[in-house]
């Protein structure tokens, strides 16, 4: 892979590239016609959308590719499976698009769409008809924010909001600034996956970057790669457009089955996302979300794989960490022995959980907390209040 800085008059000179969406697959003649009739069932429940760059990166004469499992419908995402709201949301939602679950961060819903639509999406209810947890007025949440001195993070997500124009992203981050006790904002986003030109061709945005992140106010841009093969020549350029302007990068990305659950592949992705100053954040476990069964891995193996990763990686590629966005908080899987899985509240919705270790009777199908049994037969099992580990949490 090689990469070089592309200067902002060979932009304006070759002109801006844009990509080409994809909609519907029969627009893609790769796949049989008779399987793209099958999988019409499942467009039907869960939308698709793509486009010519990323399913450019698929290899068609692999029926297990993992770009393919990423992007392309299977017939598994019908299997009875989980639920539409796994983390319960809606239980922190504070007005339309505003969600506030932890003390000091507060999620901006501002975008229902994204470039494209990855099939073991936690939030698939959100592009779904009808669905209104998304707001693309934003200033219900911005008040919010604003009479909440308390919230210094606050994280834009959706939906992509890279997919809004850069004048919508602009007034979102002008509006920000105005708000003195908002030190952090966070850009989640696939973008630097699915179409890195939308920030290597956009000078506008790039200035924007450069503008509202300061060196005591910065934006992260948390960037979701999944697997090595997305980390492109023109997406190692799009990370590096967003360090250039000025953004810190991390990377987040759940664990999913025949995409990057393989020591192996998930070493390289840690590898190479920290060589490109994008190093890893979180690891998820995937939320039992419908839909996603043919992706979901147990608590247990995905612990394992992780392990083996950060094994095999050095320095900045072993700084992730592998945690359940449960409804009651961020958990992180500390450990697995022969007979326990012990875990800890890295952010808690409930105070009196901040902190709090916990171990849980091991149990190798379990693929969500709500499955483990405690240990001791109680909520708080085995450690007493005095080895709580006495955290004073910061922002997330
Ligand atoms: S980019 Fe994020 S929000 Fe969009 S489909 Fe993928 S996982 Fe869902």
């Not at 760059?53 to 419908?73: A, E, F, K, V």
Request: proline content about 6%; charged content about 25%.
């Amino acid at each position: 892979m090689s990469y070089e800085f592309i200067p902002r008059r060979q932009i304006q000179e070759r002109g801006v590239r844009r990509v080409r969406y994809v909609r519907s697959l029969d627009k893609i003649a790769t796949i049989p016609a008779e399987e793209r009739e099958a999988l019409k069932a499942v467009t039907n429940h869960y939308v698709f959308r793509a486009n010519d760059y990323y399913l450019g990166l698929i290899d068609w004469s692999d029926p297990n590719d993992p770009i393919r499992r990423l992007i392309i419908p299977q017939i598994e995402e019908l299997n009875d499976w989980g639920a539409l709201d796994a983390s319960n949301e809606q239980l922190v939602t504070v007005a339309r698009g505003v969600q506030h679950k932890y003390d000091h961060t507060v999620l901006l819903l501002c975008n229902e769409v994204c470039g494209g639509y990855c099939r073991y999406c936690f939030r698939k209810r959100l592009f779904m008809d009808n669905n209104e947890e998304v707001a693309n007025d934003v200033s219900k949440g911005l008040a919010y924010i604003a009479d909440n001195p308390s919230v210094t993070n606050v994280l834009l997500t959706g939906g992509d909001p890279l997919l809004m124009s850069t004048r919508r992203i602009v007034d979102i981050l002008d509006a920000l600034r105005l708000i003195p006790h908002v030190r952090i904002i966070r850009i989640g986003s696939k973008i630097p996956a699915f179409n890195p030109w939308r920030i290597i061709d956009d000078p506008q945005l790039q200035d924007a970057f450069l503008r509202f992140s300061t060196p005591t106010r910065r934006i992260y841009l948390m960037a979701h790669f999944d697997h090595p093969r997305e980390l492109t020549e023109h997406a190692v350029g799009a990370i590096d457009c967003a360090l250039r302007s000025r953004l810190i990068c991390v990377n987040q990305c759940p664990l999913i089955r025949g995409i990057n659950d393989d020591p192996t592949v998930l070493a390289e992705l840690f590898q190479q996302l920290s060589w490109i100053g994008c190093p890893p954040y979180y690891l998820f476990q995937g939320r039992p979300t419908v839909g996603n069964e043919p992706f979901a891995v147990p608590i247990v193996r995905g612990w394992k794989i992780f392990q083996e990763a950060l094994r095999r990686g050095s320095g900045l590629a072993r700084r992730a960490r592998f945690v359940m966005s449960h409804a009651t908080g961020k958990v992180e899987i500390m450990a697995v022995d022969d007979s326990n899985i012990f875990l800890r509240y890295h952010r808690a919705k409930d105070p009196a959980d901040r902190g709090r270790f916990m171990v849980y009777k091991r149990n190798d199908d379990a693929f969500w907390l709500d499955q483990l049994e405690p240990a001791d037969e109680s909520d708080a099992p085995k450690f007493s209040q005095s080895s709580r580990l006495a955290v004073d949490e910061g922002p997330e």
